[in-house]
């Protein structure tokens, strides 16, 4: 079977960056920075990128390149007793980040149109939490799909299979070259706007003003690891399949640097952006950059309406911002399906597009229960389950196996034979100890946390039943997914530095 292949690098680093750059880009990274120390935030998120992000990056692009596959593939090349963590790996995005991700994007498509008139009102809080999500008391209490999310849902996943359908070069490549430039233009756009409004600057110098006095805090650097890890979408199996469609020469050292380099860059740029709405928002209300910033979800479906209502033209704003959030989130989308999609291509061949049709039809399905009363509260503790232990663990897992049961040397050879930045010693003890080690303490920091206090509010069993269940159903798929025999000879193939 004649794999895919990219048609030039640039579409590569393209549908790369469009994996990395999200909707938490565009707001986790922002809240974090002023959280944490400003400007002093940055010493602790580039720390953590250069011991973590770039070397698991360069390991991810090399592994994928290397052995050729998607992340069951390569992992079962590597040993066949290490397939399940390939598996569970695409299943745990694919069948929990995405049927999620893809009901947030359903919310931003949804906002995108009420903009044109500013549709959620005056109270911008109630409209988003009453009467758009409507949201029950629990969990528990699902009563009824809400119309409005259920279209936005169909639009997503219809978007993802047209696009995915098309094949790498004809549907992702394309797509992200469309995508990604259009994505930068509002981007820039946005931050010209907002820092020509009354008050920008204060908003701009509570983001990078620095206070180095609360890089003592362990949660500060808890959360830098956090963000580079989950921002490149390192452990999605996203870029070990995307390496895979590379040709036999390609520069991976410089793919990966530029992949990184532009998606913090993203992240930087638009934070400025960010804040100086809430620094226009702070000075019309009379009130402290404190009181008016929140975090995620809030940030973008509260205080970014309530600004938009008290600026001239902020429906226009309002369009542009919204448009954004959709963009990076079908951008990040696509690369989820892709990676699930080379993974069932990789061991049982099936066609493409009958695959992704039905792969789409049932993630629509799957994700209808975030469209409920109770949407919320499942997005919460899925979403917690899932980043905080179930990607960590394969992060962790990962490791272990690339870089201590894998051959390194032969896998660092491979990279410096057709790179132009050379890998030394320090890219080895970054990915045998550093890497591993920074996820341990992560994990290990979370469950402490876990064990003192049940995660917001909600009741051991609630979080027992959907969070840990769901994590626990994704690990079981994986290893059943292992047992089933290859329906094609790709598991027989070396690797290309073996051929």
């Not at 005056?122 to 939490?129: G, V």
């Not at 894998?406 to 080895?428: E, P, V």
Request: glycine content about 10%; charged content about 10%; proline content about 3%.
């Amino acid at each position: 079977m004649k794999r895919q292949r990219w048609n030039t690098e640039l579409g590569f680093l393209l549908a790369a960056v469009g994996s990395a750059v999200g909707l938490g880009n565009i707001w986790r990274f922002s809240y974090l920075a002023y959280t944490h120390g400003g400007g002093a935030f940055l010493l602790p998120y580039c720390i953590a990128l250069l011991t973590i992000g770039i070397p698991l990056l360069i390991l991810e692009f090399g592994a994928g390149h290397e052995r050729e596959g998607s992340a069951p593939l390569v992992f079962a090349k590597i040993s066949r007793d290490w397939e399940w963590l390939g598996w569970w790996t695409v299943m745990i995005v694919m069948f929990g980040i995405m049927l999620y991700y893809s009901t947030i994007i359903s919310w931003c498509a949804n906002y995108l149109v009420l903009s044109f008139d500013l549709g959620w009102g005056n109270d911008p809080d109630h409209f988003f939490f009453k009467q758009f999500l409507k949201v029950s008391d629990s969990p528990v209490d699902l009563q009824s799909l809400q119309t409005p999310i259920l279209i936005g849902l169909a639009v997503v996943w219809c978007l993802c299979w047209l696009i995915v359908s098309r094949g790498v070069q004809h549907g992702i490549e394309l797509a992200n070259k469309v995508l990604m430039p259009l994505l930068l233009v509002l981007t820039i756009i946005l931050v010209v706007w907002a820092t020509r409004l009354d008050g920008a600057m204060t908003g701009i110098m509570a983001y990078i003003d620095p206070d180095f006095s609360k890089m003592t805090n362990p949660q500060v650097w808890i959360d830098a690891y956090s963000q580079i890890f989950f921002t490149l979408s390192l452990g999605f199996g996203i870029m070990i399949a995307y390496a895979s469609y590379l040709p036999e020469e390609t520069n991976l050292t410089h793919a990966a640097l530029v992949t990184v380099a532009l998606n913090s860059g993203y992240s930087i740029l638009a934070g400025f952006g960010v804040f100086a709405i809430l620094g226009f928002m702070a000075e019309s209300e009379g009130k402290a950059i404190a009181d008016v910033v929140t975090q995620s979800i809030g940030l973008a479906f509260v205080v970014y309406p309530k600004a938009l209502n008290l600026f001239p033209a902020g429906n226009y704003f309002g369009v542009i911002f919204f448009f954004c959030l959709v963009i990076a989130g079908l951008s990040s989308a696509v690369s989820i399906i892709e990676a699930f999609t080379a993974a069932i291509s990789d061991k049982f061949g099936l066609n493409r597009q009958r695959m992704v049709f039905v792969l789409c039809s049932f993630g629509f399905l799957g994700s209808l229960i975030f469209a409920t009363n109770a949407g919320l509260h499942w997005l919460d503790i899925v979403d917690h389950y899932i980043t905080h232990y179930g990607l960590v663990t394969i992060g962790f897992l990962e490791c272990i196996l690339v870089a201590w049961i894998f051959n390194l040397d032969q896998l660092q050879a491979h990279i410096n034979k057709i790179s132009s930045i050379k890998l030394g010693k320090d890219w080895n003890i970054m990915v045998r100890f550093v890497a591993p080690a920074a996820l341990f303490i992560i994990l290990g920091y979370d469950l402490f946390n876990e064990f003192a206090e049940p995660y917001g509010g909600y009741t051991r069993a609630e979080l027992g039943l959907i969070g840990i269940l769901w994590v626990l159903l994704t690990l079981i798929s994986g290893f059943i997914l292992a047992m089933m025999p290859w329906k094609t000879a790709l598991l027989k193939q070396p690797g290309r530095n073996q051929g």
